[in-house]
């Protein structure tokens, strides 16, 4: 293309040195890029003309090779794979060598098992390498030290290949793109193995190591193993560099070929690029050329060094040209050309070099959907030593696979005919599919099989086919369960945070907002591993305006994604414990959940006017991992299409029952399920707590509680435990049905918003007593919307969250869940709580753990040892100041388990009932008088204007250096930082999670952003003073210095235009 009109402008590849200059790129990738660029703009076509080669005498064939293998060369000897090739051309964007093969192992999982298996039958530890690009390295590390820590650990696994430019397709100056720089780069082609070795020094530190022979093969060619006989050969016969090949066939034709050079006698490649048209046939004639490269290569590592030095630190490769546009994925951008080499081209530069004749079972690489699938399928065996090879009952030619080019052509289009099982090959002779199928396990083809569908929709194909030739085009398909792809784009702010996706209830109602973020979570499900046709999704929510609407989007779009079997909550109502607890608990075994869709914002307003959010939740019950909702966000920033099943029935959630819904072909069927909403929970808690001992405590005739739902899904779960288990009249339930407004309130258990509940109790919002002219209950509690968080109240006292975790922790031991497991073994709070629990860790001699905000980080230390083979901190307790609390009995915040918690210690604590009661407050006094009281409150700023709020957060930080050692008042600011949390089990970090001004004396002031506001920023202050002897005080008052100082640190004022907060807890 520019060869053209390159030889009257020849640009200069200054741009180029300077741009790979910056980016730290090695001087010998350099120079062989310049190499190549000086051969792209001097017009070189790189054709080799058919008049200047002679086709290769007969090879030697690795199978007449009689000398006796010599293992003492396994010392010598590195093998390296490479895994640079992120399989574009597939329609993948992670390392190919990831994708599945078989039986569950991707390449690389064969790759590193025929490692182990190479070294414990040679019985020599033979060195690995892999050579990764840019964009396969992160992946594949990961890849290794999960699976093969061992492998991982090794020094020198990888070698990182280099980068090169794309060039503008006109001017051949660097390409720009503005909106996503890493597209201006691209992999060189494995020629780029030579400058690899050479710029990250591991060509000397190989020889200094004395090693002596290279053996180089792709990650996807799973038939080229370490072949001792083939090393024993190569080092006998002395040669530089030695290329495997094997007889070309018709299916060969096109491909490249192995010649001999006239002017030189040298070996080299000619590709079909390099072929002028007048010579095509001779090209094409196997006859003549008889063998092509399988890019399986054998190299003197001292040899390479000679030719290395010779050309003064490259090997200079004949020139590939690809035209492509900068951004691959937009057709419309930037029109580029990329410009690369191959690593067998090296063959010409070699004296000596020679090539032998290998058997096909030593290439099988996976090109094309056709190879996949013949890989996949009972045509290939995976032998004892992890080589896939072919089924002896093939009869040793293996099924010709022609698969529709334009359908098929992406690996996602291969496994979506074959979602449902691959089909059987190992009798099949040729299979020829044009148009879109689905097949499934109990597809067999036999002989010489042709189907051909001219529909849009594919039709199954089941049972034995033999030797026949199908058109399916009237066949009929799916019927209701037949998805439809409906064209979307991207819609700005689907970032989900550490509680799912929330924003106001119109903006999901709008054209696609929903349907975008169902489809990218669950796109980004199924490339994380998650094979969505097995196992359930379950389905609910928190009952706000618009969940039953979503709950039946979420059903059609889940069936078109390949779901089979849902469970919905009665009326779609789930509470968010409840459904944790329903991924964990409900059963059988074959119909486990492997997610959940919670619909819910939580403790904000409902409403058409106010908040909707959603959020998932994976196999183990608790929210998404950071890497699942980071995919996510990425999938909503590239969304083309969602898929739906428009014509699958609306179900009636309000009835429990199951609806099966067929295909009409008989291929598929769904099953939604509406359960019970309290069931799996209701269970667990009563497997949990003392139910027998609580019922006596409020049978008391001198106890009596109440319990305020505030219009949230907890009313259905407060009337199954506290009236149909533990039998109390329906009046200690206060606002106990569900309402999608919330009755116009905001479920929010805190002084503020619970303000009935609170004045019934005889407080006010700030925690003050009020005088009351009756009775007050002996133990009060509110939920919030979704049922994860509670608040605590005695008669006239309220208890902080941060106090009643505390409690909890230092009584649990007369909950059963905890004292039948041996007790405690672990606690945990998020960093604004306050330290209260740490005390009681310390005295119990508990592994604490204080943690950023967020309760996945406290499940991953629940999960320490069943997922991660961690140390074991079950059974465990942990908390958060915002008014959650709970255990390991689930992987979320549960407000009714808090509820009942505090209830069975106020059982233990009142054994016998002619004994007057001790009460909520008694034993938070006795608890102050045993471990001192953290005076504590939150102030919470609502509705901020967020960039301003963004501006006091960033001047804080940039002053933490210039605040640390200075005197406040009468406190001294001993340190103050951004609090950044490394993750005991996991190792990942967590950055910019609050800004702390720890005292000298132990107080706190703390200042953190709400992720989890639907509209604005929500700026929280917390304050703490630690007493051991005033215990009496009004929190007001112990805080009152504090509070005027932190105040005055973050001058609030000037950037958010208030000092009054919404809330005071």
């Not at 030290?145 to 990182?160: F, H």
């Not at 030695?242 to 006698?265: F, P, Q, V, W, Y």
């Not at 097995?534 to 059609?556: C, F, M, P």
Request: charged share 25%; net charge negative; aromatic share 8%.
């Amino acid at each position: 293309m520019g060869n053209n009109n390159s030889s009257d402008k020849m640009a200069s590849f200054e741009p180029c040195r300077t741009k790979m200059e910056k980016e730290g790129i090695a001087p010998s990738a350099i120079f062989a890029f310049e190499s190549t660029f000086k051969s792209l703009v001097s017009g070189n076509t790189g054709i080799i003309p058919e008049s200047t080669i002679s086709p290769v005498p007969e090879l030697v064939h690795t199978d007449s090779i009689s000398t006796a293998p010599n293992s003492a060369l396994l010392a010598e000897t590195v093998v390296l794979k490479l895994n640079g090739g992120l399989g574009t051309g597939m329609g993948l964007d992670k390392a190919k060598s990831l994708l599945e093969v078989k039986n569950g192992d991707t390449f690389l999982d064969l790759t590193a098992k025929q490692v182990m298996c190479m070294r414990e039958e040679f019985g020599e530890n033979v060195k690995f390498m892999l050579m990764n690009s840019f964009s396969t390295s992160d992946d594949t590390l990961e890849f290794f030290q999960t699976k093969y820590p061992s492998l991982a650990a090794e020094e020198g696994l990888e070698m990182l290949q280099n980068k090169v430019p794309k060039l503008d397709a006109t001017t051949y100056a660097p390409a720009t793109c503005e909106s996503d720089p890493s597209n201006e780069w691209c992999p060189p082609g494995h020629g780029d193995l030579y400058a690899a070795l050479i710029g990250s020094g591991r060509l000397d530190g190989l020889l200094a190591s004395g090693y002596k022979y290279m053996f180089v093969s792709n990650s996807d060619n799973l038939g080229a193993t370490l072949d001792l006989k083939i090393l024993t050969h190569f080092a006998t016969i002395d040669a530089s560099f030695m290329m495997e090949c094997c007889e070309r066939t018709e299916n060969d034709k096109k491909g490249g070929h192995l010649a001999i050079r006239d002017s030189d006698k040298h070996l080299i490649l000619r590709e079909s690029a390099m072929c002028a048209d007048e010579d095509e046939a001779a090209f094409q004639d196997i006859t003549k050329h008889q063998f092509f490269n399988t890019n399986n290569l054998w190299i003197r590592l001292d040899k390479l060094k000679e030719i290395v030095d010779k050309f003064g630190g490259f090997i200079p490769l004949p020139m590939i040209l690809n035209s492509k546009t900068v951004d691959p994925k937009d057709d419309k951008s930037q029109k580029v050309v990329q410009l690369e080499t191959a690593m067998g081209a090296a063959i010409e530069c070699f004296d000596g070099a020679s090539a032998v004749i290998v058997p096909r079972t030593r290439f099988a690489p996976v090109k094309k959907c056709n190879d996949l699938l013949l890989l996949r399928s009972d045509a290939y065996v995976i032998t004892d030593d992890f080589r896939p090879v072919l089924n002896p009952a093939c009869g040793g030619a293996a099924p010709v696979v022609a698969l529709d080019s334009k359908k098929y052509k992406m690996v996602g289009q291969l496994e979506e005919a074959t979602k449902d099982g691959v089909p059987s090959l190992v009798d099949c002779k040729r299979l020829t599919i044009k148009g879109v199928v689905r097949m499934g396990r109990s597809t067999r083809f036999v002989g010489d099989v042709s189907i051909t569908n001219k529909s849009d929709e594919a039709k199954f194909i089941s049972g034995k086919i033999e030797n026949a030739t199908l058109d399916v085009s009237e066949e009929v398909g799916l019927g209701a369960l037949k998805p439809t792809v409906v064209a979307t784009a991207p819609i700005a702010g689907q970032k989900p945070g550490t509680s799912g996706l929330r924003k106001k209830t119109k903006e999901f109602m709008s054209e696609n907002y929903l349907n975008n973020f169902v489809q990218a979570v669950l796109d980004a499900v199924v490339a994380g591993g998650t094979n969505l046709s097995e196992g359930t999704l379950v389905v609910g929510g928190d009952g706000r305006y618009y969940n039953d609407k979503a709950i039946q989007t979420i059903i059609k779009m889940g069936v078109a994604n390949g779901v089979k079997r849902f469970w919905i909550g009665e009326n779609g109502l789930l509470s968010t414990p409840a459904v944790s607890a329903m991924i964990r608990e409900r059963g059988p075994v074959w119909q486990k959940a492997f997610g959940a869709f919670i619909l819910t914002a939580s403790h904000n307003p409902g409403g058409p006017e106010e908040d909707f959010g959603i959020k998932y939740n994976t196999q183990n019950g608790g929210p998404a991992p950071e890497y699942l909702m980071e995919a996510t966000y990425a999938n909503t920033t590239s969304i083309k299409n969602y898929k739906i099943c428009s014509d699958f029935p609306e179900i009636d959630i309000a009835t429990p029952g199951c609806t099966s819904v067929a295909a009409e072909d008989g291929s598929s069927s769904v099953v939604v399920e509406v359960i019970p909403s309290t069931e799996s929970h209701v269970a667990l808690l009563k497997s949990i707590f003392d139910f027998g001992a609580i019922k006596s405590l409020l049978d008391r005739e001198d106890f009596s509680m109440i319990y305020d739902s505030m219009h949230g899904v907890n009313g259905p779960f407060s009337k199954a435990v506290f009236v149909d288990e533990l039998g109390q009249p329906e009046s200690v339930l206060m606002n106990h049905i569900p309402k999608d407004d919330f009755n116009g309130g905001h479920a929010d258990p805190n002084l503020t918003y619970a303000k009935e509940l609170v004045a019934i109790m005889g407080l006010d919002k700030k925690g003050d007593k009020i005088d009351v002219s009756g009775s007050v209950p002996s133990f009060g509690a509110a939920a919030d919307g979704d049922g994860d968080r509670n608040m605590i109240l005695g008669s006239q006292f309220f208890v902080t969250p941060s106090d009643s975790l505390a409690v909890l922790v230092a009584n649990a031991n007369c909950i059963p869940f905890f004292s039948t497991q041996g007790g405690l073994k672990a606690v945990a709070r998020s960093m604004p709580t306050s330290g209260a629990v740490d005390l009681v860790a310390k005295d119990l001699n508990l592994d604490f753990f204080e943690t950023p905000t967020g309760w996945k980080f406290f499940g991953n230390l629940m999960d320490s040892k069943c997922i991660f083979k961690g140390k074991d901190y079950t059974p465990f307790i942990c908390g958060e100041e915002s008014f959650g609390t709970g255990s390991d009995h689930i992987r979320e915040k549960d407000g009714i388990w808090a509820v009942l918690a505090w209830l069975n210690v106020l059982a233990a604590q009142n054994p016998d009932s002619s004994k007057a009661l001790v009460t909520v407050e008694d034993i938070v006094r006795k608890h102050w008088a045993t471990y001192g009281r953290n005076y504590y409150c939150r102030w919470d700023f609502e509705g901020m204007d967020a960039v301003g709020a963004n501006a006091m957060m960033d001047k804080m930080r940039a002053s933490t250096a210039a605040n640390t050692g200075r005197t406040v008042g009468s406190y001294t600011i001993a340190t103050a930082d951004d609090f950044k949390y490394v993750d005991p089990v996991d190792g990942s970090v967590a950055q910019k999670q609050g800004i702390r001004f720890l005292m000298s004396d132990g107080s706190r002031i703390i200042f953190r952003l709400s992720g989890t506001a639907g509209s604005g920023a929500t700026v929280r202050m917390y304050i703490e003073q630690y007493e051991t002897e005033k215990l009496d005080l009004a929190v007001a008052d112990a805080l009152k210095e504090l509070t005027t100082i932190a105040l005055s640190l973050c001058d609030i004022k000037t950037f958010c235009g208030t000092e009054t907060p919404t809330v005071i807890t």
